[in-house]
């Protein structure tokens, strides 16, 4: 158990539909991460959050927003959901912002988005 | 722009065999390398990570990957692969992403299958 929850395990909705994935990181992490897992793209990095504030952005789509709330849980929308946005959404924690040799990212069990 | 990538899509071993798996990332600074393993049906978890030091870092359960910065690579390698072992595997690099901040950028995963 790495300490990061994610809620919920499994989703299936409807294309249009808007869906809210939720992480909670380890106890003690300020910085929270979005990763989209999917066949075709792997691993990629969406968001990263660190002690309330957008700390760095990387794939994310403009339907796709998240913030994190003062004490520290994150939430990502997704919004006008769309067939390929069907992936396993990681959320991941750390102690900083990740910076050089001092943090280690733990990640959550993930949750499975299926869009039909 | 930084990139990781893995060589092999899946491999496929007999238990007892030894594994190797590459990894190559193109990125002039310093790097944090690391590897992570993904269960069947689990979240990412830490095997090993370089930061600075003795190039051969050993990890959990047995794995151990040298770092080689003329190559720019950190393969990942198992004396002795056993079943429980099937899992994919994903090499990262972080790269920093403005602000303090470092992010993990992911190669695209190898499956290994370890066959008894």
């Known amino acids: 158990d790495s300490g990061v929850t994610q809620t919920p395990k499994h989703l299936i909705t409807a294309t249009g539909q808007r869906v809210t994935l939720r992480c909670s990181p380890r106890?003690?992490?300020?910085?929270v991460y979005w990763y989209q897992q999917s066949l075709d793209q792997g691993l990629q990095f969406l968001i990263q959050?660190?002690?309330?504030?957008?700390?760095a952005k990387g794939n994310i789509l403009e339907r796709f927003s998240a913030q994190q709330f003062p004490d520290l849980h994150s939430e990502l929308n997704l919004s006008s959901l769309e067939l390929g946005d069907s992936a396993l959404y990681f959320c991941?924690?750390?102690?900083?912002?990740?910076?050089?040799?001092?943090?280690?990212?733990?990640f959550g069990e993930g949750s499975w988005l299926t869009v039909v | 722009a930084q990139s990781v990538s893995q060589h092999n899509h899946h491999v496929i071993l007999s238990e007892a065999a030894s594994l190797e798996l590459g990894c190559n990332y193109s990125?002039?600074?310093?790097?944090?390398l690391f590897w992570y393993v993904q269960y069947p049906g689990q979240h990412l978890q830490l095997l090993l990570k370089?930061?600075?030091?003795?190039?051969l870092v050993k990890g959990i359960k047995g794995f151990e990957a040298e770092f080689i910065k003329s190559k720019f690579s950190f393969n990942l390698r198992k004396p002795s692969v056993q079943w429980s072992d099937t899992a994919e595997y994903f090499c990262?690099?972080?790269?920093?992403?403005?602000?303090?901040?470092?992010?993990?950028?992911f190669g695209k995963g190898t499956k290994l299958s370890v066959i008894p």
């Open positions: 959050y660190y002690n309330g504030e957008e700390r």
């Open positions: 990125y002039g600074g310093t790097v944090n």
């Open positions: 106890s003690g992490d300020l910085s």
């Open positions: 370089y930061f600075s030091g003795d190039p």
């Open positions: 990262a690099v972080t790269r920093y992403s403005g602000a303090g901040s470092y992010q993990l950028t």
């Open positions: 991941a924690s750390s102690v900083g912002t990740g910076a050089r040799g001092l943090n280690t990212i733990y």
